[in-house]
Protein backbone atom coordinates (compact mmCIF):
# COMPACT_ATOMS: atom_id res chain seq x y z
CA UNK A 1 0.00 0.00 0.00
CA UNK A 2 0.76 3.18 -0.90
CA UNK A 3 3.00 5.71 2.08
CA UNK A 4 0.96 9.28 2.60
CA UNK A 5 3.02 11.69 5.10
CA UNK A 6 2.02 15.22 6.16
CA UNK A 7 3.61 18.40 7.19
CA UNK A 8 3.61 19.85 9.77
CA UNK A 9 1.53 16.87 11.92
CA UNK A 10 0.77 19.68 14.32
CA UNK A 11 0.75 23.31 14.80
CA UNK A 12 -0.10 25.96 16.55
CA UNK A 13 -1.22 29.29 14.73
CA UNK A 14 -2.82 32.60 15.67
CA UNK A 15 -6.39 33.82 14.79
CA UNK A 16 -6.07 35.79 11.25
CA UNK A 17 -3.12 33.92 10.03
CA UNK A 18 -3.28 30.91 7.00
CA UNK A 19 -1.66 27.48 7.03
CA UNK A 20 -0.62 25.41 4.12
CA UNK A 21 -0.77 21.74 5.05
CA UNK A 22 1.20 19.43 2.68
CA UNK A 23 0.29 15.96 1.41
CA UNK A 24 3.23 13.70 -0.11
CA UNK A 25 2.10 10.08 -1.71
CA UNK A 26 5.77 7.82 -2.59
CA UNK A 27 3.48 6.44 -5.54
CA UNK A 28 1.11 8.12 -8.36
CA UNK A 29 -3.02 8.24 -7.25
CA UNK A 30 -5.54 10.17 -9.49
CA UNK A 31 -7.93 10.71 -6.34
CA UNK A 32 -7.42 12.53 -3.38
CA UNK A 33 -9.25 13.92 -0.67
CA UNK A 34 -9.43 15.88 2.47
CA UNK A 35 -10.89 15.57 5.27
CA UNK A 36 -11.16 17.50 8.48
CA UNK A 37 -11.89 15.95 12.01
CA UNK A 38 -13.23 18.07 14.42
CA UNK A 39 -12.43 17.00 18.56
CA UNK A 40 -14.01 13.88 19.38
CA UNK A 41 -16.44 13.63 15.94
CA UNK A 42 -16.30 11.95 12.41
CA UNK A 43 -14.50 12.79 9.65
CA UNK A 44 -16.07 15.43 7.48
CA UNK A 45 -15.39 15.79 3.34
CA UNK A 46 -13.51 19.28 2.66
CA UNK A 47 -13.34 18.76 -1.03
CA UNK A 48 -12.03 16.28 -3.69
CA UNK A 49 -8.64 17.05 -5.40
CA UNK A 50 -8.15 15.08 -8.68
CA UNK A 51 -5.19 15.56 -10.16
CA UNK A 52 -6.08 17.27 -14.06
CA UNK A 53 -9.07 19.07 -12.50
CA UNK A 54 -10.18 21.75 -10.23
CA UNK A 55 -11.14 21.07 -6.48
CA UNK A 56 -14.42 20.29 -5.78
CA UNK A 57 -15.64 21.20 -2.46
CA UNK A 58 -18.92 19.98 -0.46
CA UNK A 59 -21.43 21.94 0.88
CA UNK A 60 -20.21 24.12 3.73
CA UNK A 61 -16.36 24.52 2.39
CA UNK A 62 -15.46 27.41 -0.13
CA UNK A 63 -12.31 27.65 -2.06
CA UNK A 64 -11.33 30.89 -0.78
CA UNK A 65 -11.03 29.65 2.75
CA UNK A 66 -9.51 26.41 2.04
CA UNK A 67 -7.56 27.10 -1.44
CA UNK A 68 -6.34 23.21 -2.64
CA UNK A 69 -3.48 22.53 -4.75
CA UNK A 70 -2.61 19.38 -6.93
CA UNK A 71 -0.09 20.09 -9.01
CA UNK A 72 0.86 16.72 -9.98
CA UNK A 73 -0.24 12.88 -8.82
CA UNK A 74 1.81 12.08 -5.60
CA UNK A 75 1.57 15.78 -3.61
CA UNK A 76 -0.83 18.11 -3.12
CA UNK A 77 -1.47 21.13 -0.42
CA UNK A 78 -4.92 22.50 1.64
CA UNK A 79 -4.09 26.13 3.02
CA UNK A 80 -6.49 26.96 5.75
CA UNK A 81 -7.12 30.47 5.47
CA UNK A 82 -7.88 33.29 7.98
CA UNK A 83 -7.93 30.89 10.80
CA UNK A 84 -10.47 31.16 13.43
CA UNK A 85 -10.89 29.20 16.55
CA UNK A 86 -13.54 26.78 14.92
CA UNK A 87 -10.97 26.01 12.69
CA UNK A 88 -8.79 23.89 15.02
CA UNK A 89 -9.22 20.31 14.24
CA UNK A 90 -7.29 17.61 12.48
CA UNK A 91 -7.25 17.64 8.79
CA UNK A 92 -6.63 14.46 6.89
CA UNK A 93 -5.08 14.10 3.11
CA UNK A 94 -6.86 10.18 1.61
CA UNK A 95 -6.09 8.53 -1.35
CA UNK A 96 -8.21 6.14 -3.52
CA UNK A 97 -5.62 3.68 -5.67
CA UNK A 98 -8.90 1.83 -6.41
CA UNK A 99 -12.44 2.04 -5.44
CA UNK A 100 -12.41 -1.79 -3.69
CA UNK A 101 -9.29 -0.60 -1.84
CA UNK A 102 -11.17 2.31 -0.05
CA UNK A 103 -9.25 5.14 1.62
CA UNK A 104 -5.90 5.45 2.72
CA UNK A 105 -4.81 8.37 4.66
CA UNK A 106 -2.21 9.97 5.72
CA UNK A 107 -1.43 10.78 9.73
CA UNK A 108 -2.91 13.90 9.77
CA UNK A 109 -2.40 17.66 10.70
CA UNK A 110 -3.61 18.63 14.34
CA UNK A 111 -4.31 22.27 14.33
CA UNK A 112 -4.74 24.24 16.98
CA UNK A 113 -6.11 27.89 16.53
CA UNK A 114 -5.69 30.53 19.63
CA UNK B 1 -28.09 11.47 0.51
CA UNK B 2 -26.47 8.59 1.91
CA UNK B 3 -25.99 8.16 5.74
CA UNK B 4 -24.18 6.06 7.83
CA UNK B 5 -26.05 5.22 11.67
CA UNK B 6 -23.57 3.67 13.77
CA UNK B 7 -26.23 3.36 17.03
CA UNK B 8 -23.71 2.56 19.47
CA UNK B 9 -21.30 5.48 21.06
CA UNK B 10 -18.82 3.54 23.55
CA UNK B 11 -18.91 -0.22 23.86
CA UNK B 12 -16.29 -2.41 26.22
CA UNK B 13 -14.95 -6.02 25.67
CA UNK B 14 -13.25 -8.13 28.24
CA UNK B 15 -10.37 -9.28 26.61
CA UNK B 16 -9.92 -12.26 24.58
CA UNK B 17 -13.88 -12.31 24.38
CA UNK B 18 -15.92 -11.09 21.15
CA UNK B 19 -17.64 -7.92 20.37
CA UNK B 20 -20.21 -6.89 17.35
CA UNK B 21 -20.00 -3.50 16.24
CA UNK B 22 -23.67 -1.93 14.34
CA UNK B 23 -23.78 -0.06 11.36
CA UNK B 24 -26.57 1.09 8.99
CA UNK B 25 -26.62 2.89 6.00
CA UNK B 26 -29.61 4.30 3.79
CA UNK B 27 -28.66 4.48 -0.30
CA UNK B 28 -30.59 4.22 -3.67
CA UNK B 29 -27.51 3.39 -4.80
CA UNK B 30 -27.29 -0.98 -5.88
CA UNK B 31 -22.83 -0.69 -6.65
CA UNK B 32 -21.09 0.65 -3.27
CA UNK B 33 -18.20 -0.67 -1.16
CA UNK B 34 -18.31 -0.77 2.75
CA UNK B 35 -15.36 -0.40 4.89
CA UNK B 36 -14.44 0.06 8.44
CA UNK B 37 -11.66 1.81 9.53
CA UNK B 38 -10.21 2.20 13.10
CA UNK B 39 -8.67 5.06 14.79
CA UNK B 40 -6.28 4.01 17.64
CA UNK B 41 -5.27 7.30 20.06
CA UNK B 42 -2.73 7.81 17.91
CA UNK B 43 -5.19 8.87 15.21
CA UNK B 44 -3.78 7.39 12.18
CA UNK B 45 -6.77 6.06 10.36
CA UNK B 46 -6.21 1.90 9.57
CA UNK B 47 -8.30 0.33 7.03
CA UNK B 48 -9.58 -3.11 9.01
CA UNK B 49 -11.59 -4.35 6.49
CA UNK B 50 -13.67 -4.18 3.09
CA UNK B 51 -16.97 -5.45 1.57
CA UNK B 52 -17.98 -4.95 -2.15
CA UNK B 53 -21.92 -4.93 -2.37
CA UNK B 54 -22.41 -7.20 -5.23
CA UNK B 55 -20.38 -9.83 -3.67
CA UNK B 56 -22.57 -12.06 -1.19
CA UNK B 57 -20.02 -13.94 0.96
CA UNK B 58 -19.49 -11.53 3.71
CA UNK B 59 -15.22 -10.56 4.44
CA UNK B 60 -13.37 -11.77 6.94
CA UNK B 61 -9.60 -10.66 8.04
CA UNK B 62 -8.29 -12.93 10.61
CA UNK B 63 -10.06 -11.82 13.86
CA UNK B 64 -12.19 -9.17 12.25
CA UNK B 65 -15.44 -10.32 9.92
CA UNK B 66 -18.16 -8.64 9.05
CA UNK B 67 -22.21 -9.36 8.76
CA UNK B 68 -23.34 -7.96 5.37
CA UNK B 69 -27.01 -7.53 5.06
CA UNK B 70 -27.49 -5.97 1.96
CA UNK B 71 -31.59 -6.10 1.98
CA UNK B 72 -31.73 -5.00 5.31
CA UNK B 73 -28.61 -2.88 4.69
CA UNK B 74 -26.97 -3.27 7.72
CA UNK B 75 -22.85 -3.68 7.93
CA UNK B 76 -21.75 -4.92 11.66
CA UNK B 77 -18.23 -6.24 12.30
CA UNK B 78 -17.23 -8.92 14.99
CA UNK B 79 -14.32 -8.42 16.61
CA UNK B 80 -13.19 -11.99 17.99
CA UNK B 81 -10.41 -12.77 20.39
CA UNK B 82 -10.47 -9.13 21.59
CA UNK B 83 -6.94 -8.25 22.63
CA UNK B 84 -5.87 -4.52 24.12
CA UNK B 85 -4.72 -3.32 20.64
CA UNK B 86 -8.22 -3.28 19.72
CA UNK B 87 -9.29 -0.27 21.92
CA UNK B 88 -10.37 2.41 19.22
CA UNK B 89 -12.84 4.42 17.60
CA UNK B 90 -14.37 2.37 14.64
CA UNK B 91 -15.89 4.21 11.77
CA UNK B 92 -18.02 2.37 9.30
CA UNK B 93 -18.04 3.87 5.86
CA UNK B 94 -20.27 3.91 2.73
CA UNK B 95 -18.61 4.80 -0.50
CA UNK B 96 -20.19 4.85 -4.11
CA UNK B 97 -19.34 6.80 -6.97
CA UNK B 98 -20.75 10.42 -7.10
CA UNK B 99 -21.16 11.84 -10.60
CA UNK B 100 -21.82 15.46 -9.16
CA UNK B 101 -17.51 15.32 -8.71
CA UNK B 102 -16.76 12.50 -11.20
CA UNK B 103 -14.94 10.71 -8.49
CA UNK B 104 -16.08 8.09 -5.39
CA UNK B 105 -17.16 9.48 -1.68
CA UNK B 106 -16.74 8.16 1.25
CA UNK B 107 -19.20 9.08 3.81
CA UNK B 108 -18.74 7.77 7.51
CA UNK B 109 -20.56 7.16 10.49
CA UNK B 110 -20.03 8.89 13.71
CA UNK B 111 -18.23 6.11 15.08
CA UNK B 112 -18.26 3.87 18.29
CA UNK B 113 -15.72 3.92 20.88
CA UNK B 114 -14.61 0.26 21.48
CA UNK B 115 -12.74 -0.35 24.93
CA UNK B 116 -11.01 -3.59 25.64
CA UNK B 117 -10.96 -4.60 29.02
CA UNK B 118 -7.67 -6.34 30.37
Known amino acids: SAVISQKPSRDICQRGTSLTIQCQVD?????MFWYRQQPGQSLTLIAT?????????ESGFVIDKFPISRPNLTFSTLTVSNMSPEDSSIYLC???????????FGPGTRLTVL | AQTVTQSQPEMSVQEAETVTLSCTYD???????LFWYKQPPSRQMILVIR??????QNATENRFSVNFQKAAKSFSLKISDSQLGDTAMYFC???????????????FGKGTKLSVIP
Open chain 2, 93 to 107: AFMYLYSGAGSYQLT
Open chain 2, 51 to 56: QEAYKQ
Open chain 2, 27 to 33: TSENNYY
Open chain 1, 49 to 57: ANQGSEATY
Open chain 1, 27 to 31: SQVTM
Open chain 1, 94 to 104: SILPAPAMGLF
